[in-house]
């Protein structure tokens, strides 16, 4: 057995008796006895009642964090079914006015940091007179609710101003970050075709400057609805020509009204992908997120008014939107853009003790990273840090280990787990039970999520499906585009009817504590940013010497990852070192760094079913150590000997170590 998975399961940290008192979740437990005249000895009850009795949870949520709506709601939920349920339906209310209410100016609402500069703040009052003045702008180019506002931008205030000036006049806001290239940026934005582009003229990352005048130049030629452009930084002489200049709309002055629109009216367009097709734009609606953010970051991540939240995300990464839920809290909101790592592996706890962050979360693999570069955050004074976050790939029972080893002992480690597609976490922490090695403490209040065996039947104890039986409010409205809802039910519902499949393997032990294994589909998964193979085939493909390819992420414990990608080239050609770097190079110009593949392996045949799907899933298993009879039918294959050199390449590995 391996010191990992010994390690998993030991007990790291405790709450005090006085921290349970103190967690917002005991504090809603106790409200909810006094409401319902229920007991809820346990978590376990507790979240047993919140899945079994969906809309009386759902409900106390509402109440308990005092939801705005200027009409009354007629039923939380008449039909439960899934796809398809309805929230909350006759409800009016606003998604950035939740943001805004009970706001005192002179607070500070977010912390700024970039790579390179001094740190900054915006205060509330300037938020909202930021905010009001785009608004306002937006209305007089002719934006209406549900008319598109994109935004090409780094973790900056401006996104977060561009998402509640949309939010708050009904408008739909959709975001890209600034390292992805153009082609990946116009396959998002053309599906939702936005009225309005915001653009960076470019960003700065691990010590050099990188230059998106051009990128911004094409996506704007591309996509014809596009009407106005807005830049949002002036460093270069020249900037994007035609384009407003974000600094002169600021210096406008007007009020900040807030639309007030039904609880499924759509909030914003996030992007993830399968292994076809271009990106899935996921439309979740303003009541739906609002709930979900406010149950997930109070009752989950103990967020609390006057705390400082840090998370270290791209504004084109669902972490981002969570992150700016927090403000709904009334915690301040610390924002970076840069490289995590950069000028040392010290930069983020830097930051995290010159902020007195109360909570800083990351991804698995920086706190990998920062372990094997044996730094020590102990020389920071963190005092004020509660809780750490990790999300994006599982968190491995070394890396839970080094955080209480290297950071303090009285320290909760949240793990969670979530996805783009309800802009959530779904299982993750509880500050009122203890941290286990390598696991995540609990599922979330009203997220049932259990483990399906291949039959569909609940195992627990060991690895199975992740799914989703009873619906969630922050659960996708549609697909934009989709008009018949047929993408939609194949991406969650086409393996169990009825049932919501996730896509994550997962194991539940009687505790309710989890363990996630990765994800179970083809979706290539780096640091947190997802993107479909059908992406990186794409710009792959477009090298005139390939003509074909198949790439897997192999993820690994604490982490890490191995990506190979797989290619044939055209008759007679021979892979070498300078086609290798022409290939690497391409994606990351025009996909993301991210997903550069770690090697680049020729092959004479991409393995395909008899209907000409690449057998994706099969590879990334064998690859993984699975019997390849197992994992794939011999029948099933075109050419069943194209299987064969993934199990050789699997052997090489293996004997090299």
């Not at 306002?136 to 506002?149: H, I, N, Q, T, Y």
């Not at 994109?150 to 708050?168: R, T």
């Not at 995540?440 to 997220?447: K, P, S, W």
Request: glycine content about 10%.
């Amino acid at each position: 057995m391996s010191e990992a998975l010994e390690m998993e399961g030991e007990t790291l940290w405790t709450p005090t008796k006085q921290g349970v008192e103190d967690a917002n979740i005991t504090k809603y437990t106790r409200w909810l006895e006094k409401r319902t005249g229920r007991s809820f000895p346990s978590y376990a009850s507790l979240w047993e009642w919140s899945t079994d009795e969906v809309e009386e949870f759902w409900e106390s949520v509402w109440e308990y964090f005092e939801v705005w709506s200027s009409t009354p709601y007629r039923a939380v939920l008449p039909e439960r079914k899934m796809p398809g349920a309805r929230w909350f339906e006759g409800a009016q209310l606003n998604y950035a006015e939740h943001v805004f209410r009970n706001r005192y100016d002179d607070d500070v609402a977010l912390i700024v940091a970039a790579e390179g500069e001094e740190d900054s703040s915006v205060t509330w009052g300037e938020l909202k007179a930021e905010t009001a003045a785009l608004a306002a702008f937006l209305r007089e180019e002719g934006v209406k609710p549900g008319d598109r506002v994109a935004g090409y931008l780094p973790n900056c205030p401006e996104a977060v101003v561009g998402l509640l000036a949309s939010a708050s006049m009904g408008a739909v806001w959709s975001c890209c970050s600034p390292e992805f290239g153009a082609r990946s940026v116009i396959d998002r934005f053309t599906q939702v075709a936005p009225k309005v582009f915001i653009g960076v003229e470019g960003y700065s990352y691990g010590g050099r400057w990188f230059d998106r005048r051009g990128v911004a130049e094409e996506v704007r030629a591309s996509i014809p609805s596009i009407d106005t452009t807005i830049v949002t930084d002036t460093r270069e002489k020249e900037g994007v020509a035609g384009a407003e200049d974000w600094v002169e709309l600021g210096e406008r002055s007007d009020p900040l009204e807030f639309a007030k629109v039904p609880f499924d009216h759509p909030l914003w367009v996030l992007y993830t992908s399968g292994t076809t097709g271009l990106p899935k734009p996921i439309v979740q609606g303003h009541g739906g997120t609002l709930l979900e953010h406010l149950k997930a970051l109070s009752l989950h991540n103990d967020v609390r008014r006057g705390d400082t939240m840090f998370w270290y995300t791209s504004a084109g990464w669902m972490m981002w939107n969570y992150l700016v839920g927090a403000l709904m809290l009334g915690s301040a909101v610390v924002l970076y853009d840069g490289d995590p790592l950069h000028p040392d592996p010290g930069a983020l706890w830097d930051l995290a003790e010159r902020t007195k962050a109360t909570f800083f979360g990351a991804s698995a693999a920086y706190f990998d990273a920062v372990a094997k570069a044996r730094f020590d955050p102990r020389q920071r004074d963190l005092r004020s840090l509660r809780g750490v976050g990790s999300t994006g790939s599982p968190l491995s029972p070394a890396s839970f280990e080094w955080l209480y080893a290297n950071v303090k002992d009285d320290l909760w480690v949240a793990s969670i787990s979530g996805g783009t597609d309800l802009c959530t976490a779904f299982v993750g922490g509880n500050a009122a039970l203890p941290v286990a090695s390598g696991k995540i403490q609990c599922r979330y209040l009203g997220a049932a999520v259990a483990a399906y065996d291949e039959s569909g039947a609940p195992v627990m104890g060991q690895v199975g499906e992740l799914v989703i039986t009873q619906p969630m409010p922050s659960m996708p409205l549609y697909f934009w585009g989709d008009k018949d809802g047929s993408r939609y039910l194949e991406s969650y519902f086409s393996t169990f009817q009825g049932v919501w499949r996730h896509g994550d393997w997962v194991r539940i032990d009687r505790d309710g504590s989890c363990v996630i294994y990765g994800r179970s589909d083809a979706t290539i998964k780096r640091r947190g940013v997802r993107a479909g193979t059908s992406e990186i085939y794409g710009v792959v493909e477009s090298v005139p010497e390939v003509a074909d390819s198949l790439i897997v992420d192999i993820e690994y414990p604490g982490g890490r990852s191995f990506m190979p990608l797989f290619v044939v080239l055209r008759m007679g050609l021979v892979l070498d070192d300078g086609l290798r770097e022409r290939i690497r190079q391409k994606v990351g110009a025009d996909l993301s760094p991210r997903f550069v593949p770690d090697e680049v392996v020729q092959i004479e045949e991409v393995p395909r079913t008899l209907s000409g799907k690449k057998v994706e899933v099969p590879v990334k298993r064998i690859l993984m150590g699975a019997d390849p009879a197992a994992v794939v039918s011999a029948s099933s294959l075109k050419n069943p000997e194209s299987i064969r050199p993934f199990v050789e390449y699997r052997a090489e590995r293996e004997a090299s170590g």
